[in-house]
């Protein structure tokens, strides 16, 4: 490797009341791939935002030195300019406007008239396109794309601007497997360029497989680098610095005693709400007091579609099915109605289903059952503070106070505050959708505890998570879903990666004896559906 072609010095930023980074620095090789790691709230994004110009010179102390000059960002026209550019989390596509125009928004390609060139703008387009290993149309609209998709549309876009430095804030956080891959290998391919790369992530094995060095910050604090070649270093290694101890277990231990069935979902079936096909199937399950039931299933398998359209039918078109809350039935036709029964689904995209982000902490936690702080038509402010307070200090919601800004916290503590309504809302029956998701291992762990102290009371839970050691790891028994259908559960004694794998890719048009509760030969045969 040659000189460094970033060094940030002495950075320090502060927000009211938070002190978000302190005195932290930074330096990046030329031509490497440069993780940064550290739990939610650590100040990660914080950094890369001064970096970027989002947050402009004069507003942190410290300096940046970029490419052998000084740099002064006083926004990200500027960094850009100097060629840095910055995928974040959240994608700044436009979804009605084709690719062609969302790679070349803000640096349009003109003619002599001075009006677009769509010949070369859609030319350039398909170049850089093929560039990212992408088979798509430029005229495409962006709409139409999956997030792995438009992910490497992002990076087709940062390429366009001569980018010497490109940062990916949490690139494969909301990328299955495949499109993981894919991203990895094109990050291999731009650094065989001699491009340099910053990355965010809390995939550890991504980091370990891919990284030439790693920075760990821990509470706004620059911990230590690794070099992750010549110091071999493992997964253990990066948490150990991340949460300052060594964390023995990734899972929590608890003792499983399920009890009576609190809920069972017979021949549950939708189709899609604009298309003509099933996307939940005959499906069955159920899930017993003080008991963890996971979903497991290949993206598009319909986990989310059969988690939201129980809740309260807020997905798809109901064809048939019917769900029984301790053996008897009941109508859960709204979410209104849901709640009502004792049913709560906290989403796999809080950003956009499960906060108010321009709120506060307190109005967030009391969102899903407000009822209970109202009296003559008025919400008892007292008291709302009251319950926010109490689940700040229950959860360990890392912020000022409970009128913090929502929109403003770390992704771990975002999820908090989801878990927070619902167990608020004092649910029977809570329904989990990814829900450690882009949050840090220490985070995650949190949120295990929290799971262990819900059954522990009696509450019955549902996971769906695309990770199988976190199903493994947590659940006591596993129910694996294919096409839309339950295609077989297993007790988590029996349970590893390769057999719930073996189900998840199960085609179960061609056994339709497939039985959805293996070990319950009395249940009821689920019908099968002719293709």
Same mark, same amino acid.
């Given at each position: 490797?040659?000189?460094n072609i970033?060094?940030m =010095?002495?950075?320090?930023k502060?927000?009211p009341g938070v ?7 930074l330096? %990046?090789r030329?031509?490497e791939?440069h993780?940064i790691? +550290?739990?939610n709230?650590?100040?990660?994004s914080?950094?890369?935002?001064v970096?970027s110009g %989002?947050y402009?010179v004069? $507003?942190?102390?410290g300096?940046?030195?970029f490419?052998?000059?000084?740099g002064?960002? @006083?926004g ?9 550019a910055?995928?974040h989390?959240?994608?700044?596509l436009?979804p ?5 125009e969302?790679l070349?928004l803000?640096n349009?390609?003109k003619?002599?008239s001075?009006?677009i060139?769509?010949h ?12 990212v290993?992408?088979d798509?149309?430029?005229t ?5 794309l ?8 992002e990076i @087709? ?6 980018v ?8 494969t956080?909301a ?11 094109l990050? =291999? ?11 965010i992530?809390?995939?550890l094995n ?6 030439d060095s ?5 509470? +706004?604090r $620059?911990?230590? !680098?690794?070099?992750?070649r010549?110091?071999?270093v ?5 948490i150990r ?10 899972f929590p231990?608890r003792e499983?005693h399920p009890?009576e ?6 021949n ?10 099933r996307?939940v199937?005959?499906?069955s399950?159920?899930? =017993?007091?003080?008991?963890v039931v996971?979903i497991? +299933?290949l993206m +598009?398998?319909g986990? !989310?579609e059969?988690?939201m359209s129980v809740f309260?039918r807020?997905?798809?078109r ?7 809350k301790?053996?008897?039935p009941?109508q859960?036709r709204?979410?209104?109605e849901? %709640?009502?029964h004792?049913l709560?689904?906290?989403t796999?995209d809080?950003?956009k289903?499960g906060?108010?982000?321009?709120d506060?902490?307190?109005r967030?936690v009391?969102?899903?059952?407000l009822g209970k702080?109202?009296s003559?038509g008025? %919400?008892?402010?007292?008291?709302e503070?009251?319950v ?9 919601i ?9 929109g403003?916290l770390?992704?771990?503590n ?6 927070s ?5 004092d649910p029977?029956?809570?329904?989990l959708?990814?829900p450690? =998701?882009?949050?840090?291992?220490g985070a995650?762990?949190e949120i295990?505890?929290i ?7 009696g509450?019955?839970?549902?996971v ?5 050691p976190?199903?493994l790891?947590i659940?006591?028994?596993i ?5 839309g ?5 297993l007790p988590? @004694?029996?349970a590893t990666?390769e057999s719930l794998m ?5 085609d179960?048009?061609?056994?339709p004896s497939?039985?959805?509760h293996?070990e319950?030969p009395?249940?009821?045969?689920t ?5």
């Amino acid at each position: 490797m040659t000189a460094n072609i970033l060094e940030m =010095r002495s950075i320090s930023k502060s927000f009211p009341g938070v002190k978000a980074l302190s005195d932290v620095s930074l330096s %990046v090789r030329r031509g490497e791939v440069h993780a940064i790691c +550290g739990e939610n709230g650590a100040g990660k994004s914080t950094l890369m935002k001064v970096l970027s110009g %989002v947050y402009p010179v004069g $507003t942190y102390e410290g300096e940046i030195h970029f490419d052998g000059q000084l740099g002064q960002f @006083a926004g990200i026209a500027d960094s850009e300019r100097a060629g840095i550019a910055i995928i974040h989390q959240e994608l700044a596509l436009v979804p009605f406007l084709s690719v062609a125009e969302n790679l070349f928004l803000g640096n349009e390609i003109k003619g002599r008239s001075g009006l677009i060139d769509w010949h070369r703008t859609n030319g350039e387009a398909a170049r850089l396109l093929e560039r990212v290993g992408l088979d798509e149309n430029p005229t495409t609209p962006i709409g139409q794309l999956g997030v792995g998709k438009q992910q490497l549309v992002e990076i @087709a876009k940062a390429l366009s601007k001569d980018v010497k430095l490109l940062i990916l804030d949490e690139p494969t956080a909301a990328l299955n497997d495949t499109d993981s891959a894919h991203l990895l290998g094109l990050l =291999r391919m731009l650094q065989d360029e001699g491009m340099t790369s910053i990355m965010i992530s809390h995939k550890l094995n991504e980091i370990e497989a891919i990284a030439d060095s790693t920075t760990i910050i821990r509470d +706004g604090r $620059t911990i230590e !680098t690794l070099d992750m070649r010549a110091d071999a270093v493992t997964e253990e290694r990066i948490i150990r610095g991340m949460v300052g101890r060594d964390l023995d277990s990734r899972f929590p231990e608890r003792e499983s005693h399920p009890g009576e069935e609190v809920l069972r979902i017979e021949n549950w079936t939708v189709e899609h709400p604009v298309q003509d096909r099933r996307v939940v199937d005959g499906a069955s399950l159920d899930v =017993r007091a003080g008991e963890v039931v996971g979903i497991a +299933g290949l993206m +598009g398998a319909g986990r !989310t579609e059969l988690a939201m359209s129980v809740f309260g039918r807020s997905y798809g078109r109901y064809v048939e099915g019917q769900i029984f809350k301790r053996g008897k039935p009941i109508q859960a036709r709204s979410v209104r109605e849901a %709640v009502k029964h004792g049913l709560a689904y906290a989403t796999e995209d809080r950003k956009k289903y499960g906060l108010n982000l321009i709120d506060d902490i307190k109005r967030n936690v009391s969102a899903a059952a407000l009822g209970k702080l109202t009296s003559g038509g008025f %919400v008892n402010a007292n008291e709302e503070i009251r319950v926010a307070e109490e689940s700040k200090r229950s959860m360990n919601i890392k912020a000022p106070t409970v009128a913090a800004i929502t929109g403003k916290l770390s992704g771990g503590n975002q999820q908090k505050v989801v878990l927070s309504k619902w167990i608020y809302s004092d649910p029977d029956v809570l329904i989990l959708d990814e829900p450690t =998701r882009g949050i840090d291992v220490g985070a995650k762990y949190e949120i295990y505890t929290i799971i262990n102290r819900l059954v522990a009371g009696g509450k019955a839970v549902i996971v769906i998570s695309s990770e199988l050691p976190e199903l493994l790891g947590i659940c006591d028994r596993i129910y694996a879903l294919s096409a839309g259908r339950i295609t077989g559960q297993l007790p988590i @004694a029996e349970a590893t990666q390769e057999s719930l794998m073996t189900l998840m890719t199960k085609d179960r048009s061609r056994n339709p004896s497939a039985d959805p509760h293996p070990e319950n030969p009395t249940e009821t045969q689920t019908q099968e559906h002719p293709a």
